[in-house]
């Protein structure tokens, strides 16, 4: 075994948030050293090889949480990461009917919801408005470490989404069931029930996010999101970091009650004062703590991922999909109605696919953003909610789901099961951990500080929504570095 | 507490409902078992003068196995199980992660790598999550034996009587076979007394033996209610009678210190869950003390005044036929804890009763009564 090494910190998991605290502590002129147990760094943005020059990462490539800090703190567009589509409008797929254009353009939102109804298209600016409100009001909180309360009259509109499941809060504001569906989509991220009190607070949210300067916007990086993954790497490379992967860390080593190192599977100790975790949280608190280091009521809360889950389906194309009424490069929501969530979830949380499943999905290669050979293209769908642990296992399940999902965008899209040349179910792992209300309302100090000092969490439970994000990274750096 | 748990009889039933002439029963931890066999005072004297069996297959019963189930039972408990040879048992509680009493039982080592936990009240998922974390096996067992509580001066002599070896040392036990029964004769519990565990399915022959043998020292059954009198003459406070257990979604619970239970704890045991909490918490604003009041009448759950301000409060009140008057457990500040400080009490009132009466009552040394030795 070599000379044990010592480090100012150390970070275990090479995804997003782990990238990202890497690079904050190497251009803080920590020395940094970054764990990741595969062989390839990125965590869910890293590429995925699946074959005959297809390459995809596991997450689907649209970002919308994406910490813009990173973007101006470590200079991420020096390091080739660039937005290949800048604003996705949503859209409401709808069979036979006008779809339902959601876009930055207030006016032309409300001509879209015009058709479906008169009531709601007058409803909409005032809607926007009012969530965009919000949602910046609870900025603070969702983007930094500690937040001021709230006051004045939007602190009585906050209280009151707390208490509202998304399903009720929009039906108080719409009635077209086709425009609930279509938004309903980004409420049930991390496994979030609709009718669940406070799942508004999702919606607020995903609004309060900013992709491109832009609030609420989804974008798609450029070369996807392997891209991003590089970018990072690079910034911190940049600033000094060093990387390892095919580096598994079997335990965090502990000098009596705090952080002093990490144990690779090969025997290893590396000394750090600071250790980061940016795996799960059951990993970091269940495997690599000694069992009773924590107390067992803070351990045991980490063995309880949600029961609902998604995966994400890629179908190969011979052919650019034909989508009419809405351009290529949307987030295309298929949901007939909100009934359609519920009854996908009670069947999940049997254990089971409902009859019908609300997907989202974009074409990243009407954007260039994807990894394909020539003349082919790529559909990325999102499918939730799923069950997180089928009955019968995924092996099961999986070629049941592909299939759901292609007969699904058929009937929307002329020509689509004619055009498929392979489909690839991706199913959930890990990093997809679920998220609750109580992260949704708790300040990122509760998530990311734990009870042994020097130690601190930046896995995907330490977001309010586990998202493609680096912002729970960038804080626990922060914290890490401070006295 | 258990109003929507499923009740179980204990594999005794067919005895104690033969012998349970007023058909008077109570629920604990789940089973139904008889509060009293036609006189709960005089069964609780029974068992200071004579002998009494009682039914204990109600209390709840854990096994951890496994190379670490030593390790998981040391973390679990507030005093370190890893030092006890086989054979050899303790007491000990278990606090929840902020330091407060989940629970107090005894645990039993059986082998180098499997520990029993007995207690009066169940925690069973507790102890299956602690498991979980350090890859144990977790059992529970209530159900699938009986035991017997054999206790008074005579106790010993109807062991000796049966035909059963009774020469073992308090908190000691030992795995026998007797007579073509697998038993376990134990002294775990808080009366100085035997216990006898075997197979659901043999309990009726062991009930049956030992009243046999116990029947010319007048051996008699003890209900719920005797039981309840003696643990309070030997000032025991009890797990959802006389404090809330800090169980989740529970308000913040007891402090062992306030409790009387810190002989529990071992301050050399530095790993036990909720140790450091326990050692950072400022010390108890009160103390348990015993109560003797100037009556018959028992007083559970009233405020106790002392120089006309309520200084502290009864916990389980009951009359005492050793002591022939009325005592209850309390909790009382911590300066007024001592040896003859006077209190006052009011009485609840009853259809006996219809006007509130107040009573003196003062501070009584714990044990209010202490086992009688064996002969």
């Known amino acids: 075994m070599s000379a044990p090494v010592s480090y100012d910190a150390i970070v275990i998991g090479g995804g997003v948030n782990g990238l990202a605290a890497a690079a904050y502590l190497a251009r803080a002129r920590k020395k940094v050293l970054l764990l990741e147990k595969r062989d390839g760094l990125g965590g869910r943005c890293a590429p995925v090889d699946l074959g005959e020059g297809f390459s995809a990462s596991r997450a689907a490539p649209v970002l919308y949480a994406l910490d813009p800090r990173l973007l101006g703190d470590l200079r991420l567009s020096r390091f080739g990461f660039r937005p290949a589509g800048r604003e996705l409008p949503l859209v409401g797929l709808r069979g036979g009917a006008k779809q339902i254009v959601l876009s930055r353009n207030v006016h032309g939102t409300a001509a879209s919801i015009l058709p479906h109804s008169s009531a709601d298209a007058a409803a909409w600016p005032r809607f926007r408005a009012k969530l965009f409100e919000m949602a910046r009001a609870m900025r603070p909180l969702w983007w930094e470490a500690q937040a001021p309360p709230l006051d004045g009259d939007i602190r009585e509109d906050i209280a009151r989404i707390l208490s509202a499941g998304a399903s009720a809060w929009l039906d108080s504001w719409f009635k077209s069931e086709a425009l609930k569906a279509a938004l309903c989509f980004d409420a049930t991220a991390g496994g979030l029930s609709l009718a669940e009190p406070g799942s508004a607070m999702a919606l607020l949210w995903r609004a309060a996010q900013e992709m491109s300067g832009l609030q609420g916007a989804a974008m798609i990086p450029a070369g996807g999101l392997p891209a991003l993954a590089a970018a990072l790497v690079a910034a911190a490379q940049d600033a000094g970091g060093e990387f390892r992967t095919g580096a598994s860390v079997e335990e965090i080593v502990l000098d009596e009650d705090r952080a002093a190192g990490v144990r690779l599977r090969s025997g290893e100790v590396c000394f750090a004062p600071v250790v980061l975790s940016a795996v799960s949280r059951h990993r970091t608190f269940y495997d690599l703590l000694p069992p009773g280091v924590l107390g067992l009521s803070h351990a045991a809360s980490s063995d309880r991922p949600s029961p609902l889950a998604q995966a994400h389906v890629l179908a190969v194309l011979t052919n650019a999909p034909s989508i009419g009424g809405a351009p290529l490069a949307s987030r295309f929501i298929v949901a007939e109605k909100a009934e359609t969530y519920i009854s996908a979830e009670l069947a999940a949380r049997n254990g089971e696919m409902g009859d019908e499943l609300p997907i989202e999905f974009t074409v990243p290669t009407s954007l260039d953003a994807f990894i394909v050979p020539p003349g082919q293209h790529v559909l990325s769908a999102v499918v939730r909610p799923l069950p997180r642990e089928p009955k019968g296992g995924w092996d099961r399940l999986r070629p049941a789901l592909g299939a759901k999902v292609i007969a699904a965008i058929d009937g929307l899209i002329p020509n689509f099961s004619r055009d498929i040349a392979r489909i690839e179910v991706l199913v959930p792992d890990d990093a997809d951990a679920g998220t609750d209300i109580a992260r949704l309302t708790a300040p990122y100090t509760h998530r990311v500080h734990t009870p042994v000092s020097g130690l601190f969490f930046c896995g995907p439970e330490a977001d309010p929504v586990s998202a493609i994000s680096g912002r729970a990274g960038r804080i626990a750096a922060q914290m890490a570095m401070c006295p | ?375």
């Not at chain 2, 209610?225 to 800090?246: C, N, Q, V």
Request: net charge negative; hydrophobic share 50%.
């Open chain 2, 1 to 375: 507490m258990s109003s929507h748990r499923r009740i179980r009889a204990t594999p005794f039933h067919a005895r104690t409902a033969a012998s349970n002439p007023f058909n008077r029963w109570a629920e604990r931890n789940g089973f139904t078992l008889a509060l009293d066999f036609g006189d709960a005072q005089e069964e609780a004297l029974a068992a200071r003068a004579n002998v009494v069996l009682l039914d204990i297959s109600w209390r709840s019963r854990v096994w951890f196995e496994g190379a670490n189930a030593a390790e998981c039972v040391s973390c679990l408990m507030t005093r370190d199980a890893r030092r006890l040879q086989p054979g050899q048992s303790l007491k000990a509680l278990w606090l929840n992660d902020d330091g407060d009493v989940r629970g107090a039982g005894g645990v039993a080592r059986f082998a180098a790598d499997r520990f029993l936990v007995a207690s009066a009240a169940e925690d069973s998922a507790w102890f299956a999550q602690a498991a979980r974390q350090f890859q144990t096996s977790f059992r529970e067992v209530t159900e699938e034996q009986g035991g017997l509580a054999l206790i008074g001066p005579f106790a010993k002599a109807v062991l000796d009587a049966a035909g059963l070896d009774a020469d073992i040392e308090l908190l000691s036990f030992r795995k026998l076979f007797w007579r073509g029964l697998d038993i376990t004769l134990s002294r775990w519990g808080e009366h100085a007394g035997f216990e006898i565990w075997c197979d659901a399915d043999d309990c009726l022959i062991l009930w049956d033996r030992l009243m046999r043998a116990g029947a010319p020292f007048a051996i008699r059954a003890a209900g719920l209610a005797a039981s309840d009198i003696l643990d309070i003459e030997a000032g025991i406070p009890r797990p959802h009678r006389d404090y809330r257990p800090a169980i989740d979604g529970a308000p913040s619970g007891p402090l062992p210190a306030s409790l009387g239970l810190e002989s529990l704890i071992d301050d050399a045991h530095r790993t036990f869950n909720g140790a450091a909490a326990w050692r950072a918490r400022k010390p108890a604003s009160t103390a348990l003390v015993g109560i003797e009041i100037d009556s018959e009448t028992p007083a559970s759950f009233v405020p106790l005044i002392h120089s006309g301000a309520v200084a502290g409060h009864t916990l389980t009140s009951v009359h005492s036929p050793a002591l022939r008057r009325a005592i209850a457990l309390a909790q009382v500040e911590k300066h007024l804890a001592v040896a003859g400080t006077a209190f006052s009490l009011v009485l609840p009132m009853s259809l006996d009763q219809a006007a509130a009466q107040p009573v003196a009552a003062r501070v009584a040394s714990l044990p209010f009564v202490k086992p009688a030795d064996a002969l």
